[in-house]
């Protein structure tokens, strides 16, 4: 079965999507995200969307589903790399994939993600450690 690897840099995980998706792919890469999450006790995931050149609502609502479930699991999430046919297909499907935020590169991904949970540590929304 294909699988979509996550990379552990320090307390960050990095997923680099090199493929198309398709459904079952997108379903694998939740749970094995979501699992990485725990396992590694990750505080931010980096997801490169850069090579998908297109996109379906059930695609855009897996991304949703994915920050949802780190932001559960106390890991922000930021997508970087968006096609602008990309953006304008999750505007015309009326998707907004609120809770996530994006930058264009890479760079300016972990930056964002730096970011955010810095300030999730300093608004006292980080889970205490036990």
Request: aromatic share 2%; charged share 20%.
């Amino acid at each position: 079965m294909e699988r979509i690897p996550i990379l552990k840099m320090g307390e960050y995980l990095l997923v680099t999507i090199q493929v198309d998706m398709h459904d079952r792919l997108a379903l694998t890469l939740q749970e094995d995200l979501t699992s990485q999450i725990v396992k590694s006790r990750a505080r931010g995931v980096l997801i490169d969307i850069s090579a998908l050149e297109m996109v379906d609502s059930f695609i855009g609502r897996m991304l949703g589903a994915i920050a949802s479930m780190a932001r559960l699991l106390d890991a922000q999430t930021v997508v970087v790399g968006m096609q602008p046919s990309v953006a304008i297909t999750l505007v015309e499907l009326g998707m907004s994939l609120q809770g996530i935020r994006t930058a264009l590169d890479v760079e300016k991904g972990m930056v964002a993600l730096m970011s955010s949970i810095r300030e999730a540590g300093e608004d006292g929304d980080a889970s205490p450690e036990f």
